[in-house]
C-alpha cells in the first residue's frame, strides 16, 4: 500500500515568510509524528498527535511552530515569520494503533534564504 | 529526558564482513528500540527493531541485541553488500496499548561498504 506522504518535496523561502509543510500518513494509521532533520544529524522529535489532538507538543521549538490535524489523518506543520535556522529536513512519521511502530515520509527539504 | 549515544559514527568495511553499531540509552524506562537505515535524499527506513521483553532478535544478515541492566543495543549487518551503504539510526522511546510515545535517535552511523 501507499507510505507516508509529504509535500512539497523542497521548499525555498525568504527569512520572515509563512510556510506550511503537508503530511498524508498511511491509511488508518491513528498516530502521527514530526520531526525535524538537521545537516549530519539525527530526526528530534517536534510533536505527535493521536487522533485529532496533539498528545506532545514538547518538541516544538517555539511559538513561531504550529501543527494541526483537523480530521485525524493529513496533517500540516505551519511555521510563521521563518528564520534561517530554521533550514532543515521536516520528516513525518504515521504509526497504526497497535504495535508503535513509526514509518516515516520522504521528508520536506526547507531552505530558508 | 531519554539520551541516545551511538558508536561509531562513521565505519567502513569490505564486502562480506560485518559491522556492528552500538547505542546506549538514558531512560530505563524506555522500551521500544528501533533501527532505521537512511539514505541520501530519503526518509529513514525501519529495518529492525526490539522490544525490551527479549534479548536479541535477528532478520537474516542483520540481528540487533538488548543489554537492558547495562541500557545498551547493538546493530550487527553479516556478509555486507555494497547496498547496505547508507546511514544507519538507532533510537529509543515507550511503547503502550495504544502506540508509542516519540523517539529519541542517535546522531547516526554512516556505514560504507567497500566492494
Known amino acids: 500500500g501507499a507510505g507516508v506522504s509529504q509535500t512539497p518535496s523542497n521548499k525555498v523561502t525568504e527569512k520572515g515568510k509563512y510556510v506550511e509543510l503537508r503530511c498524508d500518513p498511511i491509511s488508518g494509521h491513528t498516530a502521527l509524528y514530526w520531526y525535524r532533520q538537521s545537516l549530519g544529524q539525527g530526526p528530534e522529535f517536534l510533536i505527535y498527535f493521536q487522533g485529532t489532538g496533539a498528545a506532545d507538543d514538547s518538541g516544538l521549538p517555539n511559538d513561531r511552530f504550529f501543527a494541526v490535524r483537523p480530521e485525524g489523518s493529513v496533517s500540516t506543520l505551519k511555521i510563521q515569520r521563518t528564520e534561517r535556522g530554521d533550514s532543515a529536513v521536516y520528516l513525518c512519521?504515521?504509526?497504526?494503533?497497535?504495535?508503535?511502530?513509526?514509518?516515516f515520509g520522504p521528508g520536506t527539504r526547507l531552505l530558508v534564504l | 529526558g531519554e539520551n541516545v549515544e551511538q558508536h561509531p559514527s562513521t565505519l567502513s568495511v569490505q564486502e562480506g564482513d560485518s559491522a556492528v553499531i552500538k547505542c546506549t540509552y538514558s531512560d530505563s524506562a524506555s522500551n521500544y528500540f528501533p533501527w532505521y537505515k537512511q539514505e541520501l535524499g530519503k526518509g529513514p527506513q525501519l529495518i529492525i527493531d526490539?522490544?525490551?521483553?527479549?534479548g536479541e532478535k535477528k532478520d537474516q544478515r542483520i540481528a540487533v541485541t538488548l543489554n537492558k541492566t547495562a541500557k545498551h543495543f547493538s546493530l550487527h549487518i553479516t556478509e555486507t553488500q555494497p547496498e547496505d551503504s547508507a546511514v544507519y539510526f538507532c533510537a529509543a522511546g515507550r511503547v503502550f496499548q495504544g502506540g508509542s510515545e516519540k523517539l529519541v535517535f542517535g546522531k547516526g552511523t554512516k556505514l560504507t561498504v567497500n566492494p
Open positions: 512519521a504515521s504509526s497504526p494503533n497497535r504495535g508503535g511502530t513509526q514509518y
Open positions: 526490539i522490544r525490551s521483553n527479549v
